[in-house]
């Protein structure tokens, strides 16, 4: 089974600036899909951003944006001009191209925005 | 926007009762999920269906079991409920197994076991 690490259990970060969440992954595939997801305390968890390893190109969505290296097999996600609305639990999670109903998820960061 | 209802926010069981964990799904998608979700250990499947009376086991099956008889719902069932399985418990659902389609997560149930 892959596997999905997420070494900083926190992370803290003053409002307005910008923090990396890191994500490390082991497989053997060459061929998947990448997630960041966001737990707000006591709310649903939503997609923040994903990633095709077949692209080249680093995923955006507005302030949001991936590190992908797929040698390294590591997946770090930036979040730029913090807003205190980022507060949340984020979850790093790979997913097979061949068998996709799998998802594998790592252990998550607990990110605390500063005012 | 595709919905993923859970029906209770908070539960509270005795040892060894029986409890269900509904899950239902607007979209009509395919696949259906079951996380259990501890501090620590991020998410962790216990079983999910990719159709109609279809289920595979995940990684802590042991001590649940589902069931899915119609295509927009998903139950978890705890035969006999332990101390051990006091956590937060997570529905998701997707379009297909393509793996290209995303989780779509219900808001979770908290289950305490006394």
């Known amino acids: 089974a892959q596997t999905v690490t997420q070494s900083q259990p926190e992370m803290s970060v003053q409002e307005a600036e910008t923090v990396t969440l890191s994500c490390t992954y082991d497989t053997s595939e060459s061929d998947y899909y990448l997630f960041w997801y966001k737990q707000p305390p006591s709310r649903q968890m939503i997609l923040v951003i994903r990633q095709e390893a077949y692209k080249q190109q680093n995923a955006t969505e507005n302030r949001f944006s991936v590190n992908f290296q797929k040698a390294a097999k590591s997946f770090s996600l930036k979040i730029s001009d913090s807003q205190l609305g980022d507060a949340a639990m984020y979850f790093c999670?790979?997913?097979?191209?061949?068998?996709?109903?799998?998802?594998?998820f790592g252990t998550g960061t607990s990110l605390t925005v500063i005012p | 926007d595709v919905k993923v209802t859970q029906s209770s926010r908070y539960l509270v069981k005795r040892t060894g009762e029986k409890v269900f964990l509904e899950c239902v799904q607007d979209m009509d998608h395919e696949n259906m999920f079951w996380y259990r979700q501890d501090p620590g250990l991020g998410l962790r499947l216990i079983y999910f269906?990719?159709?109609?009376?279809?289920?595979e086991k995940g990684d802590i099956p042991e001590g649940y079991s589902v069931s899915r008889e119609k295509k927009e719902r998903f139950s978890l069932i705890l035969e006999s409920a332990s101390t051990n399985q006091t956590s937060m418990y997570l529905c998701?659902?997707?379009?297909?197994?393509?793996?290209?389609?995303?989780?779509?997560f219900g808001a979770g149930s908290r289950l305490t076991v006394l």
């Open positions: 269906s990719y159709d109609v009376k279809m289920k």
């Open positions: 998701a659902s997707s379009l297909t197994g393509d793996g290209a389609n995303v989780l779509t």
């Open positions: 999670a790979y997913r097979s191209w061949v068998t996709g109903n799998q998802f594998y």
